[in-house]
């Protein structure tokens, strides 16, 4: 409500889903941090959420460390 009680006009509504802006997509080789969950850039080496700082995960699993391995046997 205004000032002078008077309610605002129907015109003046809640705006429309479509206005809001678009998500970021993730860059490729973000990193999720196992403590907290946040997405995290692939530069970075800990967690950039102040309450965590957690070290960023090894990627042993990651399908290039297979590959070498399979060709090292």
Known sequence: MRKCNTPRPD???SKPDSSR???PKTPEGSWKCE???NINYPFRTKCNRPSCGEE???QANSPDNLATDQDNQ
Do not use: D, I, Y
């Open 21 to 23: 802006a678009p998500k």
């Open 56 to 58: 960023k995960p090894l």
């Open 35 to 37: 403590k907290c969950n």
């Open 11 to 13: 015109t003046q509504g």
